[in-house]
């Protein structure tokens, strides 16, 4: 079955510890996003990529880092400088940048405890 | 920079009732798409109907069908003959067609749908 999956489903982390949260997408689809949901809001664009071996800010990058190094993978790392990392974080894909249906993962619950 | 607002943050409908989610966005281009999509309670995300700019004819998937009002700015979802099935947060995206630049979509903060037997 070709999809997206995001792994794992839900995560817990210690304050001040780094945590990488895995996409990944059989779908050969060249760009892929991720954003972040808090309750009572809608979607935010953290990061995203185009193409393999670039990606770019999305409007909340602070204290988050990525990579593209392959295409079917876009790893997200919350690192300790994000001061409010509680949330469900979505991970998506399209074919490419002019495309207008995206796919979705079916996310991971991030917790900091 | 572009905004989605929807004004109704829950809305309340009886089974087999028609009901219609509002949405307003603000934006400086003539050319774009827009967008709803469920999110039921499993929380992923669902791709309910699609409607590019550039088309005056309303986007229409089967029971969900989309009154867009360009000048207005205005893109409202109506969902006919309501079922069970159809509770969850509806969010409004837009998305601009020029290709360049940041590509994600920009959501609004969602309306939650119950629907009553």
């Known amino acids: 079955d070709g999809g997206i999956t995001q792994s794992p489903k839900y995560l817990f982390r210690k304050e001040g510890q780094n945590v990488t949260l895995s996409c990944e997408q059989n779908?050969?689809?060249?760009?892929m996003y991720w954003y972040r949901q808090d309750p009572g809001q809608g979607l935010r664009l953290i990061y995203y990529s185009q193409i393999v071996n670039d990606f770019q800010k999305g409007d909340i990058a602070e204290g988050y880092s990525v990579s593209r190094e392959k295409k079917e993978s876009f790893p997200l790392t919350v690192t300790s400088a994000q001061k409010n990392p509680t949330a469900f974080y979505l991970c998506?894909?399209?074919?490419?940048?002019?495309?207008?249906?995206?796919?979705f993962g079916q996310g991971t619950r991030l917790t900091v405890v | 920079a572009q905004t989605v607002t929807q004004s109704q943050p829950e809305m309340s409908v009886q089974e087999a009732e028609t009901v219609t989610l509002s949405c307003t966005y603000d934006?400086?281009?003539?050319?774009?798409?827009l967008f709803w999509y469920k999110q039921p309670p499993s929380r992923q995300m669902i791709l309910v109907i699609r409607q590019e700019a550039y088309k005056q004819q309303n986007a229409t998937e089967n029971r969900f069908s989309v009154n867009f009002q360009k000048a207005a700015k205005s893109f409202s979802l109506k969902i006919s003959d309501s079922q069970l099935g159809d509770a969850a947060m509806y969010f409004c995206a837009y998305r601009s067609a020029s290709g360049g630049g940041a590509d994600g979509l920009t959501f609004g903060k969602g309306t939650h749908l119950i629907i009553q037997p």
């Open positions: 779908l050969n689809h060249d760009a």
């Open positions: 934006t400086s281009e003539s050319d774009y798409y």
């Open positions: 998506a894909s399209k074919l490419d940048r002019w495309s207008t249906e995206a796919f």
